[in-house]
C-alpha cells in the first residue's frame, strides 16, 4: 500500500462528507491500484458518547502511527454544556499537540466554474492558486510575559508578547519550501520587519533557510500589511507565502474569501519531517460540523474531498492522483451541479452523496 491512512468522520456533517471520501478512495483502489492501509476511529462528541473522552489513548496511538490523519469536523449542540476539559475540541487539541502540528496550510484555490461568487473581479480571481503556510504554535498568541495587569492607578493594561526562535522559523519555512518545491517553486514570506524585532529574525532566518538548503526556490520577502492589499489587489502574484500564527490567521481568513464557501476550503496541518523526511500530518476540512444541516444529506463534501487531495500531494507524494481529484471537482462544477451553500442561478442543486458520486463518475471520464 501507500501507507497509513486513520479517518476520523467526528461529529455531524463530519460522518456525510467522510462517506464520500471513501467512495474516492475506494475508486483510487480499483481503477488506479492506488491503495491505503486505513484505520478508523471516533474523535469529538462521538467519541466522549462511546467512551467518555473526546479522544481515547487507542485512536491517538494510531494517528501516531499514521502517514495522515483525515478529520471531519467535531462539536455540536448535543456536548455543548460540557466543561472544557472535555468538550469536543479538546480532542481537535489533543491530535494537533501530541502530533506536533505547527505549520498549517491553508490554500485558496478557484474554481473557474466558481468565478462569479467570489468578491473580487473575475479576471482577478480566474486560475488562482495560492497556499498560506501558518505558523501555528508559536508567536504573539503564546509568548510571556502575558496577561491583564491592574497598575497603581488603578487603570488596566493587556499585554502579549511576541517571541520567535530560530528553530521555530526555520522548520515552518521548510515546510513552506518543501510545499512549494511540489507547486509553482515561489516562496513569499511575510512579516513586519520594519517594525518588530522577531520579523527581522523571521527574515534573516528565512533566507538562512532558503540560502542553504532551497537554492533553488524563488524566495521573496512581504510586509504582511502590503501582503494584506496584494492578496485583494493581484491574488495570483503569489504561490506560497509563509508568515507567522497573527499574520497567517488573518491572512489566511481574507484569502479563503477570495474564492467563496466554507464548503468548498481544505485545510492541512503538518508536524516535523523525520529521518526519511515524512512529516506528521493531519488533513481537515476548515468549516465544523454544521448542526443546523446536519443529517439532512445537504453538505458540501469539496472541502474534505480536496483536503483528501492535499494529502495525496503532500504526505502520499502522489500529484498526479491529487490532480485528478482536483480536475474531477472542477469538471462537476463545470457540468453545473451544486450543493446548497455554493448554490447559483440556473445551477441544479444536489444532496451530499449526488455531489459524490458524480464527482466518483467525473474520475472515471478522466
Ligand atoms: P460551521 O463551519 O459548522 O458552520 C457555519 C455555517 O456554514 C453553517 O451555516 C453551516 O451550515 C455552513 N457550512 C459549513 N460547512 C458546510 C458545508 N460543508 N456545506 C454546506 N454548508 C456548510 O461553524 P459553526 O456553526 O460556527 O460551528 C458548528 C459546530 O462545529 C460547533 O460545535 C463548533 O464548535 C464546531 N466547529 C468545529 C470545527 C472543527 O472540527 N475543526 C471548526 C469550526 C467549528
Ligand atoms: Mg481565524
Not at 476511529?41 to 485512536?59: E, Y
Not at 480571481?125 to 509568548?143: A, H, N, P, S, W
Not at 463534501?301 to 507524494?317: G, H
Not at 457540468?335 to 448554490?343: A, H, K, V
Amino acid at each position: 500500500t501507500k501507507g497509513k491512512l486513520l479517518i476520523l468522520p467526528g461529529d455531524g456533517i463530519g460522518t456525510e462528507v467522510m462517506r464520500e471520501v471513501r467512495r474516492v478512495i475506494d475508486w483510487y483502489a480499483k481503477k488506479r491500484g492506488v491503495e491505503f492501509a486505513l484505520e478508523d476511529g471516533l474523535a469529538g462528541g462521538a467519541s466522549i458518547d462511546a467512551h467518555g473522552v473526546p479522544l481515547t489513548d487507542a485512536t491517538m496511538a494510531l494517528a501516531q502511527e499514521a502517514d495522515a490523519v483525515l478529520l471531519g469536523a467535531v462539536g455540536g449542540p448535543k456536548w455543548d454544556s460540557l466543561p472544557f476539559a472535555v468538550k469536543p475540541e479538546r480532542g481537535l487539541l489533543r491530535l494537533r499537540k501530541e502530533l506536533g502540528l505547527f505549520a498549517n496550510l491553508r490554500p485558496a484555490m478557484c474554481f473557474d466554474a466558481l468565478v462569479d461568487a467570489s468578491t473580487l473581479k473575475p479576471e482577478i480571481v480566474r486560475g488562482l492558486d495560492i497556499l498560506i503556510v501558518r505558523e501555528l504554535t508559536g508567536g504573539v498568541y503564546f509568548g510571556t510575559p502575558r496577561g491583564i495587569e491592574t497598575l497603581p492607578d488603578g487603570s488596566r493594561r493587556g499585554v502579549n508578547t511576541q517571541v520567535y526562535t530560530t528553530e521555530e522559523i526555520r522548520r515552518v519555512a521548510r515546510v513552506a519550501f518543501d510545499i512549494a518545491a511540489k507547486r509553482g517553486r515561489k516562496v513569499t514570506s511575510s512579516e513586519k520587519a520594519n517594525v518588530m524585532e522577531s520579523g527581522i529574525l523571521w527574515r534573516e532566518e528565512v533566507t538562512w533557510v532558503h540560502d542553504h538548503e532551497f537554492k533553488d526556490i524563488e524566495l521573496s520577502h512581504m510586509y504582511a500589511d502590503n501582503c494584506a492589499m496584494q492578496l485583494v489587489r493581484n491574488p495570483k502574484q503569489f504561490d506560497v507565502i509563509v508568515t507567522d500564527n497573527l499574520f497567517g490567521d488573518i491572512l489566511s481568513d481574507a484569502a479563503a474569501m477570495l474564492t467563496g464557501s466554507l464548503g468548498m476550503l481544505p485545510s492541512a496541518s503538518l508536524g516535523a519531517a523525520d529521518a526519511k523526511g515524512k512529516r506528521k500530518a493531519m488533513y481537515e476540512p476548515v468549516h465544523g460540523s454544521a448542526p443546523d444541516i446536519a443529517g439532512k444529506d445537504m453538505a458540501n463534501p469539496i472541502a474534505t474531498l480536496l483536503s483528501f487531495s492535499m494529502a495525496l500531494r503532500y504526505s502520499f507524494d502522489l500529484g498526479t492522483e491529487a490532480d485528478l481529484l482536483d480536475k474531477a471537482v472542477e469538471n462537476v462544477l463545470a457540468g453545473g451541479l451544486r450543493t446548497g451553500d455554493i448554490m447559483q442561478p440556473g445551477m441544479a442543486k444536489v444532496s451530499t452523496s449526488v455531489m459524490g458520486e458524480s464527482i466518483v463518475r467525473a474520475l472515471d471520464k478522466l
